[in-house]
Nanobody
Framework: QVQLVESGGGLVQPGGSLRLSCAVSGSIFSINDRRWYRQAPGKEREWVARITSDGSTFYADSVRGRFTISRDNAKNTVYLQMNSLKPEDTAVYYC??????????WGQGTQVTVSS
């Protein structure tokens, strides 16, 4: 059984930083795509960042230059470093990994609140 466990969320002041982690466990064959999404209250879930199997990274316009996605293959963990946080970054953050063509696995989410 594949499990994704996010951690690192919390309450931070505007301008602050957080680093989210997503640890993948269980039998999963060849992860080829790792992504972070977020969902704010009353809004649809939106894509935030992506890292491919060759290490290429992509970001939503709203976070480019402030967020950095990375991975540690040895630990089977994907990270999201979030700097210069804004109140509009407040959301539940989810990680998703893809195995094969369309086998997607989601984490349970971690709350990020940016407020003074």
């Amino acid at each position: 059984q594949v499990q994704l466990v996010e951690s690192g969320g919390g309450l931070v002041q505007p301008g602050g930083s957080l680093r989210l982690s997503c640890a993948v466990s269980g039998s999963i064959f060849s992860i080829n795509d790792r992504r972070w999404y977020r969902q704010a209250p009353g809004k649809e879930r939106e894509w935030v960042a992506r890292i491919t199997s060759d290490g290429s990274t992509f970001y939503a316009d709203s976070v480019r230059g402030r967020f950095t996605i990375s991975r540690d293959n040895a630990k089977n963990t994907v990270y999201l470093q979030m700097n210069s946080l804004k109140p509009e970054d407040t959301a539940v953050y989810y990680c998703k990994v893809r195995s094969g063509l369309s086998n997607d696995y989601w984490g349970q989410g971690t709350q990020v609140t940016v407020s003074s």
